[in-house]
């Protein structure tokens, strides 16, 4: 067993209890914007920080100076799609790069439903080894069968979707296998990720904004559910998240979840009655306004913590992930002021 949890912040504020403070941790919070990260990528390739829990663990842990409330897991969306049959790389400039888009029910068919421990044990080593040396919650996470699909079969990122939508649309039927496949996967991979030791999970749906509230209600949130329900019964918080879901957010809490992510597109005070005070939600700063003079990026995090007015059940973050340039001197600034801010709040 690792060091006593010093501080359970985030878990508290998740299951909507009293907590000293507002608990803080941005998406993509161990990255590129960290001097100490650069330096090990001259060394390393991102799959190989994935694939070797030595590393994993040192990239976790590099944010945790900066005193954010939780880590999040080194890895990346995409690993589950390797062992499925379905190799990528990450190209200079360009992001994941798959090198056989799918284009035909043969390849569909093709893709095998593993274990966890087939091809992703790695990520289960080192949610182990991070849990031994750390003192805040960890965070798992897994990429959500949408967002999973897109990739495979745009063969990287997209900006219309067009022929993913085109398979939902022109063949419903080899969609849903394709889904149901990813859905089955990711409901694995997140129990063995909580079998290891994570103290809760994400579902990030990256692109699910992509979809109007139809075509998600029927052609994705069953799959969603598939692993949502299951998920939630492992008793640890489940955060749900998707950008772009300002039509979305009911059809994406009845999908499941015990957190509601909010991006920053929809006011959190407006996002947060409309999922319901019920639920918890996380969020929700524009990832640049971190950019902005600090002044302002303290001035719109109050706005923030001022929409959630305290109320038991709020987790600040970013509306999605921190960018690469990001100055970290804000990022602590931020995390400062929140910290501050809310304890006094609640003083």
């Given at each position: 067993?690792?060091?006593?949890?010093?501080?359970?912040?985030?878990?508290?504020?998740?299951?909507?209890?009293?907590?000293?403070?507002?608990?803080v941790w941005m998406m993509r919070q161990a990255?590129?914007?960290?001097?100490?990260?650069?330096?090990?990528?001259e060394k390393h390739s991102m799959l190989d920080l994935c694939k070797?829990?030595?590393?994993?663990?040192?990239?976790?842990?590099?944010?945790?100076?900066?005193g954010v409330d939780a880590a999040i897991l080194f890895a990346d969306i995409l690993l589950p799609i390797e062992p499925m049959g379905a190799p990528f790389e990450f190209a200079k400039g360009e992001g994941p790069v798959v090198h056989t888009p799918i284009a035909?029910?043969?390849?569909?068919?093709?893709?095998?439903?593993?274990?966890?421990?087939?091809?992703?044990?790695?990520?289960?080593?080192?949610?182990?080894?991070?849990?031994?040396?750390?003192?805040?919650?960890?965070?798992?996470?897994?990429?959500?069968?949408?967002?999973?699909a897109s990739y495979l079969v745009e063969g990287g990122k997209s900006a219309h979707f067009v022929k993913t939508k085109r398979l939902m649309y022109e063949d419903p039927e080899s969609?849903?296998?394709?889904?149901?496949?990813?859905?089955?996967?990711?409901?694995?991979?997140?129990?063995?990720?909580?079998?290891?030791?994570?103290?809760a999970v994400q579902l990030f749906d990256s692109w699910i904004g992509q979809l109007s509230p139809d075509d998600y209600r029927e052609l994705v949130a069953p799959h969603v559910r598939h692993i949502l329900a299951d998920v939630q019964k492992a008793g640890v918080p489940v955060i749900h998240?998707?950008?772009?879901?300002?039509?979305?957010?009911?059809l994406q809490r009845d999908a499941g979840g015990t957190v509601i992510g909010l991006d920053w597109r929809t006011p959190l005070a407006e996002g947060w009655k409309r999922v319901?005070?019920?639920?918890?939600?996380?969020?929700?700063?524009?990832?640049?306004?971190?950019?902005?003079?600090?002044?302002?990026?303290?001035d719109r995090a109050k706005r923030v913590l001022d929409a959630a007015?305290?109320?038991?059940?709020?987790?600040?973050?970013?509306?999605?992930?921190?960018?690469?340039?990001?100055?970290?001197?804000?990022?602590?600034?931020?995390?400062d002021f929140v910290h501050e801010t809310s304890a006094s709040g609640r003083a």
């Open positions: 067993m690792g060091p006593p949890m010093k501080n359970d912040c985030f878990l508290r504020a998740c299951r909507r209890e009293p907590v000293p403070h507002t608990p990255g590129r914007y960290m001097a100490e990260y650069r330096k090990l990528r070797t829990p030595e590393l994993a663990l040192e990239v976790t842990k590099q944010p945790l100076r900066l035909s029910r043969a390849q569909i068919d093709a893709l095998r439903v593993i274990e966890p421990g087939e091809g992703l044990g790695y990520v289960m080593d080192a949610i182990r080894l991070i849990k031994k040396e750390i003192d805040v919650p960890l965070i798992g996470f897994a990429g959500a069968p949408f967002t999973l969609w849903n296998l394709l889904m149901s496949k990813l859905a089955e996967v990711v409901r694995r991979f997140l129990h063995a990720q909580i079998e290891a030791g994570a103290d998240f998707g950008t772009g879901t300002a039509t979305l957010l009911e319901g005070y019920n639920y918890a939600v996380q969020g929700n700063l524009d990832p640049t306004v971190l950019f902005a003079p600090r002044k302002v990026a303290l007015e305290g109320r038991p059940g709020h987790v600040f973050n970013l509306g999605h992930g921190i960018l690469p340039e990001t100055p970290v001197e804000t990022v602590q600034a931020v995390i």
